[in-house]
């Protein structure tokens, strides 16, 4: 189960970070991420950390947001700075399991930046 928390209003040039807090599963085998859908496009995805820590960033978002992982709370953190108002979406957690097409979806959390 995936428990993202952490979205909200805020005008363009803020920050938010996102946090998805993962149980049931054995956190190290997941490859964890976030995926991102605004209305009338398709989710894309935002960024990834692999269960080994190397991470993969959307051009889009490069420079602005960081992800990364906490194996104490079994947590993946996405950190979104410069915000502006195109990174207004939904944003979903998931998890990936390692060599498995077994994965887990988040609720999704709103993300709405003003100009």
């Known amino acids: 189960q995936l428990q993202a928390s952490g979205g909200g209003l805020v005008q363009a040039g803020g920050s938010l970070r996102l946090s998805c807090a993962a149980s049931?599963?054995?956190?190290?085998?997941?490859?964890m991420g976030w995926y991102r859908q605004a209305p009338g496009k398709q989710r894309e995805l935002v960024a990834r950390?692999?269960?080994?820590?190397?991470?993969n960033i959307a051009n889009s978002v490069k420079g602005r947001f960081t992800i990364s992982r906490d194996t104490a709370t079994n947590t993946v953190n996405l950190s979104m700075n410069s915000l502006k108002p195109e990174d207004t979406a939904v944003y979903y957690c998931?998890?990936?399991?390692?060599?498995?097409?077994?994965?887990?979806w988040g609720q999704g959390t709103q993300v709405t930046v003003s100009s």
């Open positions: 998931y998890a990936q399991r390692m060599f498995s097409s077994s994965s887990y």
């Open positions: 049931g599963i054995t956190f190290s085998r997941y490859d």
């Open positions: 950390i692999r269960s080994g820590g190397s991470t």
